[in-house]
């Protein structure tokens, strides 16, 4: 980021450079052996005349301390005249499939290396490359089959017809219309992406099992390995004693149009370790592929039997025979993969969920393919409302299997995929239950002039004043999730929905803007919900029995509200997945699928637009570049070359932002060019601080590092950006259980005492609720009236989320409790103030 008039700047440091303090007895500009020095802070603030300091805090430069500089010092590198062939084509084929070189354009690339370095030897890549490719896409063993696309019958070979006599295109010349484009299966092996990934990850899995075996119940809710459900799975501890690992697996299975490649829908088969960190798990580098098919129609149950035979059969193997895998310590693991969980979209007629299970329609009676309870149909819709779901209700793979025999129940049959998984195990999702459902119906029925549910209606001009409201509103410089408007809500993403609604609807119970005040406080316990949910690494306990206590009472007020609220992602998500399977296996949060839709939109980043053959393609270079990247890293831990090791740290770090110029604690730093002179303050602002310390350092800047995840902080007044459209100044803390906002002015860090504190304008803070209590008892019958008041007695001490603002004063807080960041509403007169999740 830059300052306003910035000066030259400095050029990009090597990675892994220390930062040390240069010795007084070298020249200036020069390091060890003469070496040049690079000076980490060349920008200054022209606004503020100096405000930005190099590197150094004016104590030191008082004290006559040498300055803090990066030492220009290169790792030990190979030269490029020595690097073997495999290691030039990895480099090659990871630079090509990060940046979308296609094989055309590499030969031009060729030539390019001539015209820059004549002379220099130039590796000829298209010879090599193929065959190259070729060999390392052997232990995955691609195979391809082409089907009918009409009755979806093998075909012989991918250009042969269709011989099928009953078929409307028997021996018909294909092409690519909807009816008679081929079909194509792409399979791939899962044991080589399988043991790839527990090489490389089995020593966390190790201390993720030996800690459940040894201590029991965990006081966490972070993991999926926390819930009683993961530890049922887990092989015995004599077995973990003598080397032996169950690994749970997770699958999904869902349709995806890769745009402007393919005119046909993608099933593609993904698998994921389940028991590492959230996080791990769901990089993309961690998630397994086992096939894709890519038809125009929707695939029946023969063709889906083709699609799951050979991973059916391979896992069967495998669960019996196991994979051998050495931890860092060279002992070998015997590690058996097994089955446990499905990740599926389960509502519409043809999503996965029915096309593999054929479970009951749920338009039906008995729609829910998790219960067999017979719900009410009201007109032409279903009303999706249990008021004491009962155990006994529940589906089970036994209660499955036999009651699709007999076809009871809603089951229409069995089906190929029950005998490898049931129903039961597939778990609803936050993107599909919550942001794509529940989220969508209720921002439907508020701003739709056609809503169906006429008291959560909000009126037109207060829909007005809330679309001005979100205009008005600063994103976070660096969010993941942008807010938008009222007017994006139908071409949003589900993150972005996710973002848009933690700012209506707490905004719209606050000032009671629905029809009926029971329907805002409906709003309010849905918000509170997804919002505890959606903090699934902090989550404990406690935490579940509470979320529990507010889903019944909200599952009664959105009855009296209206019993149309009830779809079958609300029923699923109330009855099931909080009340009954949240304390066994965790939340739908756990469990969501962003990390497999994430791998969707990699799949078709950087791929040529006009390559003939972009589905064989897709399905290749997944694999493969999963094994390149971990070569690449092999080798430039190896070699040390610093072309390696910049292209690694370009593909799986990304762009370096905020290097470090003052280390503070393992995650908590102050970057380059972020120092601050005492005499550019604010007059009110020095004498806030005539009492620090002569070696205090004054920073506008703050960067926590924390799981490879980086967040920045930022003074509102001293660090000036060129572009005012979002901002990283409000932030969130939470102190003595209580949450605490405001702007940062300052960042002050002690080293004598190792501390860091904030000057920060921070806000005086009420419960925006708090007066929706007066409107219930004057708006709100009984019995609803205590039940709403009682709801709201819940979730007011819950609340961190969002407040409203009364008043600002110059406060000083301990910059290590920054939580996160947050962002401002404005809204009737009143100021608000909310997390960002």
């Not at 150094?56 to 062939?85: C, R």
């Not at 009918?148 to 078929?167: F, I, S, T, V, W």
């Not at 579940?544 to 699923?572: G, N, P, Q, Y």
């Amino acid at each position: 980021m830059k300052s306003r008039n910035s000066s030259a700047e400095a050029p990009p440091l090597p990675p892994a450079t220390p930062l040390r303090r240069a010795s007084s007895s070298r020249q200036e500009g020069e390091g060890e052996e003469g070496e040049p020095i690079r000076e980490a802070g060349s920008r200054r603030g022209a606004e503020h005349e100096g405000a930005v300091e190099e590197v150094l805090s004016e104590a030191d430069v008082e004290a006559g301390l040498p300055e803090l500089q990066y030492l220009d010092e290169e790792p030990q590198t190979t030269s490029s005249g020595k690097l073997s062939t495999q290691q030039r084509l990895i480099y090659v084929a990871n630079f090509m499939m990060h940046f979308g070189v296609s094989r055309e354009m590499a030969k031009y690339l060729e030539g390019f290396g001539r015209v820059i370095a004549p002379g220099a030897p130039v590796l000829s890549i298209a010879p090599l490359m193929r065959s190259f490719l070729a060999d390392e896409a052997k232990p995955y063993d691609h195979l391809k089959f082409s089907y009918c696309n009409y009755c979806q019958k093998p075909l012989r070979g991918h250009r042969a017809l269709c011989e099928n006599e009953g078929c409307s295109l028997y021996r018909a010349r294909v092409k690519r219309s909807k009816m008679g484009k081929r079909i194509t299966l792409h399979s791939v092996m899962l044991a080589p992406q399988l043991k790839m990934i527990l090489s490389e990850n089995i020593s966390t899995l190790i201390k993720v099992h030996q800690s459940l075996h040894r201590t029991g119940n965990s006081t966490e809710r972070a993991n999926v390995s926390d819930f009683p459900a993961y530890r049922e799975s887990m092989e015995s501890y004599e077995a973990f004693l003598n080397g032996t690992l169950n690994v749970a697996l997770t699958l999904s299975f869902d349709g995806v149009r890769f745009k402007k490649l393919s005119r046909s829908e993608a099933w593609p088969i993904y698998f994921r370790v389940e028991g590492l960190p959230f996080a791990l798990k769901n990089k993309a580098v961690n998630t397994m592929m086992a096939a894709v098919l890519f038809t125009r129609r929707a695939p029946k149950e023969s063709l889906l039997t083709e699609l799951f035979s050979r991973v059916k059969e391979e896992l069967a193997r495998l669960s019996e025979e196991g994979i051998t895998v050495e931890d860092d310590e060279q002992r070998a693991w015997k590690c058996f993969p097994m089955l446990t969980n499905a990740i599926m979209d389960f509502q519409m007629s043809s999503t996965a969920m029915k096309l593999l299970f054929d479970c009951p329609r749920w338009q039906a009676a008995q729609g829910c393919h998790m219960c067999k309870f017979h719900f009410k149909r009201v007109g032409r819709r279903i009303i999706f409302f249990v008021a004491s779901p009962r155990i006994e209700d529940r589906r089970s793979s036994t209660s499955i299997i036999t009651d699709a025999q007999r076809k009871l129940n809603g089951l229409l049959g069995p089906t190929q995929m029950m005998s490898f998984i049931t129903m039961d195990k597939c778990r609803p999702d936050a993107l599909h239950v919550i942001s794509e459902g529940i989220t969508c119906d209720l921002l439907r029925e508020m701003f739709n002039s056609k809503s169906t549910v006429a008291p959560l209606r909000v009126a037109a001009d207060n829909v007005k004043r809330l679309a001005m409201a979100l205009e008005r509103c600063v994103n976070y410089t660096y969010a993941s999730k942008i807010i938008l408007g009222i007017d994006d809500l139908k071409a949003c993403t589900g993150a972005e929905k996710d973002a848009i609604s933690f700012i209506l609807f707490p905004l719209i119970g606050a000032k009671n803007l629905c029809t009926a005040t029971i329907a805002s406080v409906g709003v309010l316990a849905y918000w509170i919900i997804i919002r505890l949910l959606q903090r699934s690494s902090a989550l404990r306990p406690q935490d579940i029995d509470r979320i529990r206590r507010i889903a019944v009472a909200m599952k009664f007020i959105w009855r009296e509200v209206s019993e149309s609220l009830f779809t079958l992602k609300m029923h699923c998500f109330i009855d099931h997945s909080i009340l009954e399977d949240m304390p066994l296996c965790g939340s739908v949060y756990h469990w969501t699928s962003s990390g497999f839709e994430s791998v969707h939109r990699k799949l078709q980043l950087r791929m040529s637009q006009d390559a003939r053959n972009c589905e064989e393609t897709i399905v290749k270079n997944f694999v493969v570049k999963n094994k390149l990247i971990r070569d690449l890293r092999r080798e430039a831990t190896n070699t040390r070359h610093r072309d390696f090791i910049a292209l690694n740290d370009a593909m799986s770090v990304g762009k370096k932002r905020f290097p470090p110029s003052k280390m503070l604690t393992t995650e908590w730093y102050f970057p380059v060019n972020s120092n601050v002179r005492f005499s550019s303050l604010d007059e009110s602002h020095q004498m806030a601080l005539r009492g620090l310390h002569r070696d205090s350092i004054l920073s506008s800047r703050l960067v926590r590092d924390f799981d490879s995840h980086k967040m920045a902080f930022c003074s509102r007044k001293y660090w000036t950006r060129t572009s005012p459209d979002s901002g990283q100044s409000c932030v969130q803390l939470v102190v003595d259980e209580e949450a605490v906002f405001g702007d940062v002015l300052l960042f002050i860090y002690d080293p004598a005492r190792n501390t860091c504190s904030m000057l920060m304008d921070g806000f005086v803070l009420e419960d925006p609720f708090i007066t929706l209590a007066d409107n219930i008892s004057r708006d709100v019958t009984s019995p609803a009236r205590e039940r709403c008041i009682n709801t709201l007695s819940l979730l007011l001490p819950l609340n961190r989320f969002f407040k409203r603002v009364i008043a600002r004063e110059l406060t000083f807080r301990p910059a290590f409790d920054i939580q996160s960041s947050a962002v401002t509403v404005h809204f009737g007169g009143h100021m608000f103030v909310s997390q960002i999740p």
